[in-house]
């Protein structure tokens, strides 16, 4: 049906504001910038799309990977 997709998907995009919002709170939290923002939501919509098809553990293991992969840049 069109509009449980669409519930799946307005889930998946809220899901992934939340993952890229998390990421500006805290005490270690980054400045806050648009671009940033909209980077990481898109990352989050990546990783919601890993969780749904390939599990949690594959989600989490992309994320750490991208981690390392960026500090290594640093």
């Known amino acids: 049906c069109h509009w449980r997709r669409w519930g799946h998907m307005r ?5 992934a504001a939340a993952f890229s919002a ?5 005490p270690m939290a980054d400045s806050f910038s648009w ?3 909209v980077f990481r939501w898109v990352c989050g ?3 919601t799309l890993i969780y749904r098809f390939r599990g949690f553990a594959p989600a ?3 994320h750490v990977l991208y981690d390392v992969w960026v500090m ?3």
Do not use: N
């Not at 998390?22 to 805290?26: A, L």
């Open 60 to 62: 989490v293991w992309t």
């Open 35 to 37: 671009w940033s923002f």
């Open 45 to 47: 919509l990546v990783f």
């Open 11 to 15: 889930r998946a995009l809220v899901a």
């Open 22 to 26: 998390w990421h500006y709170t805290g």
């Open 72 to 74: 290594a840049l640093r």
